[in-house]
């Protein structure tokens, strides 16, 4: 089927050539055709040019988008979005004056998530999952990765890899998935943390890896979790069974993650809010990309990814949301992509190719989405009347969405 879509008010994100990302003064620059014209054949871009010189097409459906936007959707490369139950109880408690870290000191925290992900039922799991997917689809979310790592048993890792696998299944969006039990170490295993990690990599990951549950591996790099030793025995052996690193670093403290993760050529390093002059310099001439979660932030009031320090060390930068039900209950990329340019002093620019051709990257999807490129997949979200691009992150919170086209279809 020929969808055309007419008297685009501004087409955003045009790439002639696929490229696989952007970095440091590349991200300044936001290629668009004004007063434009796009036409989807089933389910991928198949042309697209200025409305002056629109050639004669015979289209199934025309759609007049006359005073409205259209831009790759957003490709959201960090989230953990299958869990069960929420945590407004300690959204409260911290509002009382409680730090997060003091939260998961009370048993709080990721393992209060642990603890209802292995009571509740694999379908009810799966059912409260679909319901968020649904939802940051409609947010503009067209390509999402989701994480593992409120199980922290072998049951409960698996239990939530296969949930993603289903959503995988039943979901016309790309989701990667990634293994992530080295999140939390679990209260059993307090005294004894490295048996924990014997677990995971001993235990768990080889089904992960038989079963084909994971892409990628995920750790929680952190001060109380796990350590830079353990993250390279943990990627190490998730080298052997193919699963490319993506982990948390950075968040809190800086211990050497970054470079841990540079190390086993991880395609992404995310959090990044406490960045020393060398973390930045380790990751120049490398392929792997920073991830920067701004939601998480805020809703933590921790510091936000030095965004600029990074890009003007010449660096690519990726947006993403971290959604999750401990420190970012939010899947919203467009608050994201707010956050970015009021808090990290980001351009509207630098935003949109963060939250499009570099989340692409950080889930090796950049050939095929984050751009509108003829060939690639037709994912892109038709805006509201709205004045020019730069309206989207100013005027945050506003839904500025008309309507989202996944694989060529409404969501
Ligand atoms: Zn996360």
Redesign the pocket.
Known sequence: MKQLFTNIKELLQVRENTVDKLSGTEMKELPTIKNAWLLIEDDKIADYGEMKSIPKINADKTIDAEGKIILPSWCDS?T?IVYAGNRELEFADRINGLSYEEIANRGGGILNSAKTLQETPEEEVYKQSAKRLEEVMKLGTGAVEIKSGYGLTEEGELKMLRVIKKLQQNYNIPIKATFLGAHAIPKEYKEKPDAYMDLVIEKILPKVAEENLAEYIDIFCEKGYFSVADTHKLLSAAKKFGLKPKI?VNQFNAIGGIQAGIEHNALSVDHLEVMRPEDIESLKDTTTMPVALPSCSLFLSIPYTPAREILEAGLPLALAT?F?PGSTPSGNMNLVVSLACIKMKMTPEEAINAATINGAYAMELSETHGSITRGKQANFILTKEIPSYTFLPYAFGTNSIESVFINGKTV
């Open positions: 960090h953990h948390h971290d999750n």
